[in-house]
């Protein structure tokens, strides 16, 4: 795995500050041989969206030296590029250049969707047999008798065949799964009326009896099939779309040698001793202590701390945390199996708590339902019996009971409303894991936010930028342009257009701030302590975020304030849960100043400060044990024990990857109302999803005592089937026309990012 | 009745055929980017090298 020069790609990184570039170790540890020298790497592109888009992309890296061919997958936003050779393509960089930003994933989590493909056809084939069966039933219904209908019903019964093996095969093996585990879930009675409808419909056949339900029991199969489809598209999109987003986690890094010899290694095979270097923009993949060089740390994944931290040789650092300005060597003092990081993941596992006793509607009403659709099939046989003796005819009405009320409403009932309900959301930039998190989400009543990084964006702002004289600003501003510290990020926004300022030189002091110098002066920006004049030991204590200054020639000029600036429309957001009836706190790892001040501002009800991720887990299940049902929204490496110990949570896309994993939600845009309108959409899908069951029970109370008394035929049991999944359908479509206030706002709020992050919902 | 004894054949038959072209279809990736499909349509394609950077 040695690499041909590697202090360039180094050197490549540093150029493109403010985006963390996958090294091009990283893609080729990334990408999969096809043989014969072939290799194909695939990136994921969030921000292709068009025609255009695909064209510039597969243009210019079809143009680059060693790549075979380059293809856009617009539906999952990725590029799929086949090279040769030992050097990889500068393929980021080739795609930075056009103005797209790409990333790496990891090619093992993507495996083929086997299942989807196999749901298809088997929608696929059930519809064919479905088709053809209902043209010949029409035909029998319209009077054809004798020989004729024999014919027609042996050829029915032979097309069954192939879809009830197929297609059926679905359902027979849930349900076989269920009954051997002794639990219940809808597919039972799918599968029993299923079989027993054709075996019955077989016998009649055989004896040239006039009623046959071969189109019942595949049209059945086909409804359900198409729900259970879409049900599985919405949840895979949404997979895919958290997939899609960048990698926080390092998935390698550069090992330097005793014998001076530099190595990139894959993050599992890194152990404790070797010595790493990080560079600026690089996050630590294992915990470690730092030998040589300084840098500020941005921890707020982490810790949820905001402020960034300055390091010198000899302190420790966590996995996961990020550098931001000067290169750094580590030694690494844990593997990557015994870091901060899998840390989290164990106390993860250990905290799955309410969730998994969750048990979804659908199940608790099968668990009714088949029993009760059993025993009245049963009890019908047993009174057909003892009323004529006639035990073909007992049978025969019997069966009929358990095909009309083979639950195609009640098993379209949730899912087809959930798929709606997550289409909306999906619309919106909210991503929906499964069905489940929706029915949770629906329940609670009290809602627990993180502080840094989900109610704040955790990135500093400029506060006083008014009381700063604009000459000094630009400055300033020109001169944080050359660094990727949070504050520096925040200063150069203010940057005159235009006017660049000549600058002789411009160095990055890492942990302190920024020299630079022109006609003769020299200008810091960055800590009182090392801008002001001549006090270059660097001994100061630490300082907050009063302690940014810009000097010219050790005189403090200007004065820079900062504050972590708030997320988009939390106010709004905290407001519209409280009116929901929520009680709203917040848990964070930041100090307690900081956070009264954030709490003060979004009036939120209650908050501990300076917590361990542990801490955060008791104060959930704390709650969870007080009879309270709790949504957590974060999106540290710190919340994610909580995020997976509460009822139901949420995180922001710029959560870390393990967050987004053990979120149930997960939103795409900026602002927070996405928390309140996910509850909203969640709430009111659960009350359709009422409304749908009493649908489906009021239609078995109609329909069942037609059949009892025994006067079903085929042509009314397809009708009423028909009928019943149509309304049911139709009632759970009015969850679109719901229009609330916090939707339109969104939907309003951010076109532009819309556009670039959403367009795969089309 | 003598019709149908090949018009069921007949119509079996084009279903059939409908059923194993959508399988085709599904197996050989058509349906894996609807999305791009739905774009790729505006795209001009009169260079060869465009044709060229295409890998199905």
């Not at chain 1, 879809?163 to 809808?186: C, D, E, K």
């Not at chain 1, 730092?290 to 402020?307: K, P």
């Not at chain 1, 006639?390 to 009971?401: G, L, M, Y």
């Not at chain 1, 109609?702 to 079903?712: E, N, S």
């Amino acid at each position: 795995m040695s690499c041909c020069a590697p202090g360039a790609e180094m050197a490549l990184d540093l150029v493109n500050a403010g985006s963390v570039l996958p090294s091009s170790q990283e893609i080729r540890l990334a990408s999969r041989s096809l043989g014969d020298d072939l290799r194909q790497t695939d990136l994921s592109v969030p921000t292709v969206h068009c025609a255009a888009c695909i064209q510039a992309i597969e243009t210019a890296l079809g143009k680059l030296d060693q790549v075979e061919s380059a293809r856009v997958n617009l539906s999952t936003k990725r590029v799929a590029v086949r090279w040769r050779g030992n050097q990889v393509p500068p393929l980021v960089a080739a795609l930075g250049r056009l103005g797209y930003e790409a990333h790496l994933f990891d090619p093992e989590v993507d495996n083929k969707d086997k299942t989807l493909s196999e749901l298809i056809r088997a929608v696929a084939v059930a519809g064919f047999a479905a088709g053809n069966i209902m043209l010949l039933s029409v035909s029998v219904w319209s009077g054809a008798e004798g020989a004729t209908r024999d014919l027609f019903h042996w050829v029915s019964a032979l097309i069954a065949i192939p879809a009830l093996a197929f297609a059926g095969g679905i359902f027979f093996r849930s349900a076989w799964n269920a009954l051997r585990h002794g639990r219940m879930n809808m597919d039972v009675p799918i599968a029993v009326g299923v079989s027993l409808a054709y075996a019955m419909s077989l016998y009649e056949t055989i004896t040239h009896g006039d009623h046959a339900y071969f189109d019942a029991s595949v049209s059945l199969l086909f409804f359900l099939l198409i729900g259970r489809t879409l049900d599985h598209v919405m949840r895979e999109r949404a997979r895919t779309a958290v997939k899609g987003l960048s990698q926080l986690a390092a998935r390698g890094a550069m090992v330097l040698r005793g014998d001076g010899a530099r190595d990139y290694l894959p993050v599992g095979e890194i152990e404790p001793g070797m010595l790493l270097l990080i560079a600026a923009g690089e996050r630590i993949p294992v915990d470690g202590k730092i030998i040589q060089g300084a840098s500020d740390l941005d921890c707020s994944l982490v810790s949820g701390e905001s402020t960034p931290r300055n390091v010198a040789a000899g302190e420790a650092v966590q996995a996961g945390v990020l550098n931001l300005t000067g290169p750094l060597t580590i030694e690494a003092t844990a593997a990557a199996k015994d870091s901060f990081l899998a840390e989290m993941v164990r106390l993860m596992e250990s905290a799955e708590g309410g969730r998994a006793h969750y048990r979804r509607i659908a199940d608790r009403v099968s668990a009714l339902y088949a029993p009760v659709v059993h025993l009245t099939a049963f009890a019908t046989f047993l009174g057909w019996m003892a009323a004529t003796g006639d035990w073909h005819r007992a049978i025969t009405i019997a069966i009929a009971v358990l095909i009309i009320t083979c639950p195609c409403a009640l098993g379209l009932a949730v899912p087809i409303v959930q798929v709606v309900a997550a289409r909306r959301l999906f619309e919106n930039g909210i991503m929906v894991k499964d069905g489940s998190a929706m029915e949770r989400l629906a329940t609670i009543d009290k809602a627990v936010f993180d502080k840094t990084g989900t109610l704040t964006l955790g990135q500093p702002r400029l506060v006083n930028a008014d009381s700063i004289d604009p000459a000094m600003l630009a400055i300033a501003g020109d001169m944080a342009a050359h660094s990727r510290h949070p504050f520096s990020k925040a200063i150069a926004g203010f940057a005159r257009l235009g006017g660049q300022h000549k600058f002789d030189a411009v160095t990055e002091h890492p942990g302190f701030g920024i020299e630079a110098t022109a006609t003769g002066s020299t200008w810091r920006l960055g800590r009182r302590g090392w801008a002001g004049w001549k006090a270059r030991t660097g001994g100061e204590g630490k300082h907050g975020y009063g302690g940014t200054v810009l000097t010219k020639d050790g005189f403090i000029v200007a004065t820079f304030d900062f504050e972590d600036a708030l997320r988009a429309d939390a106010r709004a957001a905290i407001d519209q849960l409280h009116n929901a009836g929520m009680c709203v706190e917040m848990l964070s790892g930041d100090t307690a100043g900081a956070c009264g001040e954030v709490a003060k501002m979004l009036g939120v009800d209650n908050f501990i400060p300076c917590l361990l991720p542990s801490g955060k887990v008791e104060r959930i299940e704390t709650a969870a044990k007080d009879g309270h049902r709790v949504l957590m929204v974060g999106d540290g490496l710190n919340d994610t024990p909580a995020l997976s110990a509460a009822h139901v949570s949420i995180a922001p896309a710029t959560a870390a990857d393990i967050g987004r994993n053990a979120a149930d939600f997960v939103f795409l845009r900026e602002s927070l109302l996405a928390v309140p309108l996910a509850l909203d959409v969640s709430r009111k899908a659960g009350s359709l999803i009422r409304q749908n069951i009493v649908i489906a029970i009021v239609y078995n109370a109609i329909a069942v005592p037609i059949a009892i008394l025994g006067h079903v035929t085929p042509l009314i049991a397809a009708i009423a089937m028909s009928a019943s999944s149509l309304l049911v359908v139709g009632n759970a479509m009015r969850l679109q026309g719901f229009a609330t206030g916090a939707s339109s706002a969104i939907a309003r709020q951010d076109r532009p990012a819309r556009a670039g992050a959403m367009a795969q919902s089309s | 009745m003598t019709t149908l004894v090949y018009l069921i054949p007949v119509a079996l038959f084009l279903g059939a055929l409908g059923l194993s072209g959508f399988l085709w279809a599904l197996r050989s990736g058509q349906y894996e980017d609807l999305d791009g499909a739905a774009e790729r349509i505006l795209i001009d394609s009169d260079d060869g090298a465009e044709n060229a950077t295409r890998s199905k």
